[in-house]
């Protein structure tokens, strides 16, 4: 396993300023607690306009995982038209709210995953919210939900940054760093750049062809596992298997037999 430089975790800088609180009157509830309940309840009963109406009305009594729900929701076209520029709004408080309060251990996830949501969409500008990108501000929240909440997609954002210099010096040995890490921890994107340099001889020495290998097969049967929806790694894996020797292919079954029994 590669040496692994943290750096210190990032102060969480101001986010963007906000999108103006929806307008549209809302059902009353007795708390924003019984609003969140309902509209989680709405959702999965399918209800999608009664669930949206509820996790309004519990998100703008404070509630961060109503947030967090219609962050994604919005983000991702799920029983509401797809708008981005909601889902940044929804994200960005939660990434307020974080930077300045601990969330408990139950909420590390949800609040790592808004980081990296807005550091996404800062990365690559937002046109419909009138955001331009911005890469130094999206390092900083990769770089914090990496080393803070030790995300493993904030992980594999911040080595690609690194790997292609974008928003930060190009620095190749933070990118495997961060790929290692990321890759470990099961991430099919972080297995598979690791997978291709290693093979390669992209991370400086010799090539590691079955260590290489190995990062691969994990990528493509994740992918075949119905896990992420990237073709790119079932070309990169095959091209890899190809050009492989037999004593490659064989080390590289070994090796993911003792990576596999090690995770078990």
Do not use: C
């Not at 709405?42 to 998100?59: E, I």
Request: proline content about 5%.
């Amino acid at each position: 396993m590669l040496v692994t430089a943290f750096v210190d975790p990032a102060p969480a800088l101001d986010a963007p300023p906000a999108r103006a609180p929806e307008t549209t009157p809302l059902p009353m509830f007795k708390n924003p607690r019984a609003a969140l309940r309902a509209g989680l309840e709405s959702y999965h009963a399918g209800d999608a306009a009664t669930s949206v109406a509820a996790l309004r009305y519990a998100a703008e009594g404070g509630e961060a995982l109503a947030q967090w729900k219609l962050g994604r929701m919005y983000a991702e076209g799920d029983g509401v038209t797809r708008d981005d520029a909601k889902a940044f709004d929804y994200f960005s408080r939660l990434v307020d709210h974080f930077a300045e309060e601990e969330p408990d251990p139950r909420e590390r996830s949800m609040a790592a995953n808004a980081f990296v949501a807005v550091g996404v969409y800062l990365r690559d500008g937002l046109s419909s919210a009138k955001i331009e990108p911005d890469l130094g501000r999206a390092f900083e929240l990769f770089r914090y939900a990496a080393t803070y909440f030790r995300n493993a997609d904030a992980q594999y954002y911040l080595a690609r940054m690194y790997l292609d210099g974008v928003g930060v010096k190009k620095d190749l040995r933070q990118s495997l760093n961060w790929l290692e890490l990321a890759a470990r921890k099961g991430h099919p994107q972080a297995q598979a750049v690791l997978g291709e340099m290693m093979f390669s001889g992209e991370t400086g020495g010799a090539a590691q062809k079955a260590r290489g290998l190995m990062y691969l097969t994990l990528a493509r049967d994740a992918v075949a596992g119905g896990g992420v929806n990237e073709q790119w790694i079932v070309e990169a894996h095959a091209k890899a298997l190809a050009a492989a020797k037999e004593e490659d292919r064989k080390a590289a079954i070994a090796l993911l037999e003792d990576y596999l029994r090690a995770r078990n």
